[in-house]
């Protein structure tokens, strides 16, 4: 015989899976959603052709910011906050990241470019970003970023955001 609390167990059971499977879902419909749309900032993951023609009238600026994840034990930060740049033309900086952990660690820098339609226009030649970097505890390390911003940018877009989030990748690693 069943009885009702049974049949309210197996219930709240089944909710639990069910939410569990549409979370688990969410990530990599939200990736999908943002390519079809160009939302979210989400800059290529490989390396970008040179630029072709850079456009001498229009000036854009481009901030670059730096973030730690909870719980990395690194000092990451660009060592330029702001430059102009004429679309087209191909700059280079550097962030430098010091492991304060008393640990050999990995880091894997996650960008992000707002607005997030500007993304698409932001092209990264050569970036830190396309691997994991190893770091000895104490040590610091120069990373480089070249890029440049297609000339093709809307008009209506003359300031751009690049923010880096750095995450400990360590245990991903080992395993």
């Known amino acids: 015989m069943v009885?009702?609390?049974?049949?309210?167990?197996?219930r709240l059971f089944v909710l639990a899976v069910a939410m569990f499977g549409f979370a688990f879902a969410l990530v990599p419909l939200y990736d999908v959603f943002c390519e079809v749309t160009g939302i979210n900032g989400k800059t290529d993951?490989?390396?970008?052709a040179s630029s072709v023609g850079i456009d001498t009238e229009r000036v854009v600026t481009v901030e670059f910011v730096a973030y730690t994840s909870p719980g990395m034990r690194w000092t990451f930060e660009p060592q330029i906050n702001?430059?102009?740049v004429h679309p087209g033309e191909t700059h280079t900086?550097?962030?430098?990241a010091t492991n304060n952990a008393r640990y050999d660690t990995i880091g894997q820098?996650?960008?992000s470019v707002s607005p997030g339609l500007a993304a698409q226009y932001f092209n990264k030649?050569?970036?830190?970003?396309?691997?994991?970097?190893?770091?000895?505890?104490?040590e610091d390390a120069s990373l480089p970023l070249i890029f440049y911003v297609d000339p093709e940018l809307p008009d209506d877009i003359n300031h751009l955001t690049l923010?880096?989030?750095?995450?400990?990748?360590?245990?991903?690693?080992?395993?």
């Open 45 to 48: 993951n490989q390396a970008a």
């Open 109 to 111: 820098a996650v960008p």
């Open 82 to 84: 702001r430059m102009q």
């Open 93 to 96: 900086i550097h962030y430098l």
């Open 163 to 175: 923010a880096y989030t750095l995450f400990d990748v360590t245990a991903s690693v080992e395993e």
């Open 3 to 10: 009885t009702k609390s049974t049949c309210s167990a197996r």
């Open 125 to 138: 030649i050569e970036c830190f970003c396309f691997n994991r970097q190893p770091l000895p505890r104490g």
